[in-house]
């Protein structure tokens, strides 16, 4: 970079995703590449798209019970190598779109771990049933008007 530029690549607050669960900065992958799309002259010369890769499959920082819900859950989101990626490049600043996708990746994993709320079976309201039968009736009686009696029958 140019003389007396600040590193953007400088370690950060580590990553909260649970209760006493935290991912250091050192255990992030940042790659920086060029963005797609419009943008005139800026886009062709800046490397503002930010890809972030963090490796579930291995991190030391991942409690056992928490690294296997993780690789349950993002199972679709996580690579044959067992990293998941999140990449941005929303902004024009290389600094920012890092920032949003240290975010994203926080709020991916934090989701994560978010256990689902068990179902129970509820029996089904009397007045729900009867309300059912009755519309049942009420079709069945609107087919049965429609329908042409016999001139030979009788």
Known sequence: GRPGALSLWKPTMPLTIAEGVEIPDDELTFTASRSGGPGGQHV????????LRFDVSHAPCLPE??????????GDR???DGTVRVVCQASRSQFANRKTAEKRLEALLAEALIPVAQR?????PRAEKKRRIESKKRRGGIKRARVVPDEDEG
């Open 44 to 51: 062709n010369k800046t490397s503002s798209k930010v890809t």
């Open 78 to 80: 996580i690579e044959a």
């Open 65 to 74: 019970a928490v690294r296997a819900r993780l690789l349950t859950v993002l």
């Open 120 to 124: 129970f079976a509820t029996k089904v």
